[in-house]
């Protein structure tokens, strides 16, 4: 059974970049093709597409966010990661890793159980 | 841009039918997709292309898309229903992935 499993730090300073990772397990990120995605959900908001990165390292960016985006893969250690500079408050959310097969019209079928990252100093 | 509009609250008692919408401009011609979220949980598809079931959602579980609302619909409502759900599409138009702003289910 795939499972993706974020990490990193739940606190990050105004301005500064968030960093998060997306370990995942019970399967390779680099043997089937694959977009490994960000989502992300504000508090008492909807969900919002960050970001994927496909098993071949190919990277697409929600427009909004794009300026401050940064997604990378490290397939030795099966792990995908975000980065997000210059934060502000509007950044706080619960951050979701998540697989989707390489078809736009398909669903996020396997998902992280999100982390929770507040911008504040 | 193209938007997903959600009630953002049904309440139902347990062992009745609630149903779910999500309504967008023509949405009958997308693929709608469902996920359920629990507090600290990974979210789960419940629902993919309008109507298809992932392997482990039961059969009480069912969806239709047509014109321009999008219906998740779970049959004999249990407490563990208790969930957001959340519709999602993909926009042609604007090669984004669209979700509505949740749907919080209540059991009461």
């Known amino acids: 059974q795939l499972q993706l499993q974020e990490s990193g730090p739940g606190l990050v300073k105004p301005s500064q970049t968030l960093s998060l990772t997306c370990t995942v397990s019970g399967g390779s990120i680099s043997v089937s093709s694959y977009f490994w995605t960000w989502i992300r959900q504000p508090a008492g908001k909807g969900l919002e597409w960050i970001g994927r990165?496909?098993?071949?390292?190919?990277?697409n960016y929600n427009a909004s966010l794009a300026s401050r985006l940064t997604i990378s893969m490290d397939k030795s250690k099966n792990q995908f990661s975000l980065q997000l500079s210059s934060v502000t408050a509007a950044d706080t959310a619960v951050y979701f890793c998540?697989?989707?097969?390489?078809?736009?019209?398909?669903?996020?079928?396997?998902w992280g159980q999100g982390t929770l990252v507040t911008v504040s100093s | 841009s193209y938007v997903l509009t959600q009630p953002p609250s049904v309440s139902v008692a347990p062992g009745q039918t609630a149903r779910i919408t999500c309504g967008g401009n023509n949405i009958g011609d997308k693929s709608v997709h469902w996920y359920q979220l629990k507090p600290g949980q990974a979210p789960v598809l419940v629902m993919y292309d309008n109507v298809d079931r992932p392997s482990g959602i039961p059969e009480r579980v069912s969806g239709s898309n047509s014109g321009s609302t999008a219906t998740l619909i779970i049959s004999r409502v249990e407490v563990g229903d208790e969930a957001e759900y959340h519709c999602q599409v993909w926009d042609t138009e604007s090669d984004q992935r669209v979700f509505g702003g949740g749907t919080k289910l209540s059991v009461l």
């Open positions: 990165i496909h098993t071949s390292g190919s990277t």
């Open positions: 998540a697989r989707q097969r390489p078809v736009v019209t398909r669903p996020f079928d396997y």
